[in-house]
């Protein structure tokens, strides 16, 4: 006869932390510091959250590497060489787990673990964490950092099972890579990650096809190696450029607030400065150019103009430039992609785009793609479709607060969060860059320290005060 087995005691802990990301692991190093027994707990099989999980071809960061990047030590700043303007995925996974080891973190993260449940004990004002293996963590304190974009969404096409060839997504590429040489593929998505990840499928497929809803506004990274000059410039003052970002909008050092409108100059002084612009890259010199680019649509019409015209005077079909050339919303106001041979890559003669707002896809067929107006042969399908982005991951996990509430109830009608880290009924629980904070707007890097920064000092002061429960109340949430 099997006797049963003893479960297992928990883990104790002051601080579980939940995800080793970027969040997570300056959450451990900061928390560890002010003597707070922290253990992060990682779904995947390395450090690095989003930058672990997304290996697409092309993946890079659209903010300087110079700036993206952590502040906290000076010397770390100062010792670590970005080879290029703007880093790939990889420059940037082998920074994060250059971090881990630097400041001796890994002994602290706890690999292959998915925390499938966290609920609080209002007697003992600590949380209970459940993971996929059965493991118990009990802990005074919860911190989310869980990433905003860590909850890949396919849509919900019929038939996708059928399909005979490959398909993957974005956000869960195979860590071996993909080779598409000598195959029909077909990309469905053209944000951010697939206009990074566009032109270089198109360099390996024998076709790509492009399904495309909406056009979305892409400016030239102009990215290249590091200028060391630059570098070292950066280096010198790196206090005072971080000092500076964190005073800005963006996060990003080096662009002064605009005081102009563009409509205050003339149109040839306009464009000048748009070209200056484009021949220097990135988005932010755009979206801090004149005063009211983002708030008065004739202003921001000027700059919208400007880069239809550069798309028209690239994509030499006008049928293909027309349909890659946005019409639908004031440029700036979904965030701006940056590419590198993005509208270039349609002259190639093995990339047909293909117009899925008229003729919607209908199904994926066991042989490829159907659309309300043909069918697309294909051996391989990439879903560039995006995440359930900011409350996906959260809501992966029951969470429950209070009496049992739910979070996945309370947010129903959609995320209530006081500044983006705490939500009432969910005492001693904190989210970084959670939903309602200004966090993905910004470099993100810059806010994940804010964050971690606040939380952290709120937590050693209601220690040292005795202080068992913290909470944000239902009015200030509602307030913010
Ligand atoms: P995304 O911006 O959400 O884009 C998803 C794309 O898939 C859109 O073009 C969307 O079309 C399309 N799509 C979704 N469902 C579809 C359907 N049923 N049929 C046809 N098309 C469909 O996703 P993402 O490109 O992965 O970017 C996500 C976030 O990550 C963004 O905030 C982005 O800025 C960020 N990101 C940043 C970088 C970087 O730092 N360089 C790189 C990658 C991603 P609609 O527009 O019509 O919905």
Redesign the pocket.
Known sequence: MSQATPAKEAIQLDVAVIGAGLGGLYAIHRLRGLGFKTRAFEAGSGVGGTWFW?KYPG????IESLEYSYSFDDGLQQEWSWPERYATQPQILSYIQHVAERFDLMRDVQLNTRITGATFDGDVNRWTLATSDGEAISARFCIMATGN?STPRV?DFKGIDAFEGKWYH??RWPAEGVDFTGKRVGV???????I?MIPLIAQQAKHLYV?Q??A?FSLPAQNGPMDRERENAFKANYRSRRDEARQTGFGVSGYSVPTQSALEVSDEERRKKYETLWESGGSIGFLSCYSDFLVNEEANETAAEFVRDKIRSVVRDPKVAALLTPTDHPIGTK?LC?DTGYYETYNRPNVSLVD?RTAP?QEITPRGVRTTGQVYDLDAMVF????D?MTGALREIDIRGVDGERLGDKWVGGPMTYLGIMVAGFPNMFIVTGPGSPG?KSQMIHSIEQHVDWVSDLLKTASGRQIRRIEADAEAESNW
């Open positions: 997304n993946a890079r960061c659209d974009l849509p974005s956000g469905i998505g053209t944000g951010s990650s697939g990074q399904f809803r909406t979305n965030r940056l899925v896809i560039a479709t995006g995440f982005a993905v």
